[in-house]
């Protein structure tokens, strides 16, 4: 149990549909983040949430859409995806300010089809 | 920019023998310097941390890690590893904006 909780842990999804993956930490952090694992390839931060309030996008295409309404809960709401998108996403919150250590969730394994 | 190199991207040892997996780092203050373990399909766990003080820093499973300034790395060690630590062990360095920058990652199998 790492105190931060990712739903569902697989999602096969049509590239027409549209679905959400959840994160939600019971740790009293203020900061949450998405990251993408894709097979053969680094791990890349996408988003980055401090007090609700997102401070980074890494230039992530708008076929993902992050959405934080409160400090415990980030979403990442997806449409019209492309099969190169399927990859582990791994959600982790840190308390914020300089202590950037992170705990993450188990992750979500989405399959594009 | 900060940056992490884990220059080995395979490494395989034998069950009891000793492990060494390098970490250089690209930052130009006092790093606050990670290593998280990966077991397949599951999320990061971490391992162990550096934020100051001794530069030799032990984690839990047996793993301990020395920061070297001079060297700008952050090596992770383990005297006798067990059949059960075969997985993707990532170095990461904290930075700027509240986030942490990991390197590629290195694959530790054990054979028996």
């Known amino acids: 149990e790492t105190g931060v909780t990712q739903t569902p842990r697989h999602l096969v999804m049509g590239m027409t549909n549209k679905k959400s993956l959840k994160c939600e930490q019971h740790l009293g952090h203020n900061a949450m983040y998405w990251y993408k694992q894709s097979a053969k390839k680094p791990l890349e931060l996408m988003f980055v949430?401090?007090?609700?309030?997102?401070?980074e996008n890494n230039s992530v295409p708008s076929r993902f859409s992050p959405e934080c309404p409160n400090s415990s809960h980030l979403f990442l709401h997806l449409h019209t995806l492309q099969p190169e998108d399927s990859a582990l996403y791994l959600c982790a919150s840190s308390r914020g300010g300089t202590d950037t250590e992170a705990f993450f969730g188990q992750g979500t394994r989405l399959t594009v089809v | 920019a900060q940056s992490v190199t884990q220059p080995d991207i395979h490494i395989t040892v034998s069950e009891g023998a000793s492990l060494e997996l390098r970490c250089n780092y690209s930052y130009g203050a006092t790093p606050y310097l990670f290593w998280y373990v990966q077991s397949p399909g599951q999320g990061l766990q971490l391992l162990l941390k550096?934020?100051?003080?001794?530069?030799l820093v032990q984690g839990i499973k047996g793993f301990e890690a020395e920061f070297k300034r001079s060297q700008s790395s952050f090596n992770l060690r383990k005297p006798s590893v067990h059949w059960s630590d075969a997985a993707e062990y990532f170095c990461a360095v904290g930075a700027s904006g509240n986030k942490l920058v990991f390197g590629a990652g290195t694959i530790l199998r054990v054979k028996s």
């Open positions: 949430y401090n007090f609700k309030e997102q401070t």
């Open positions: 550096y934020f100051s003080g001794d530069t």
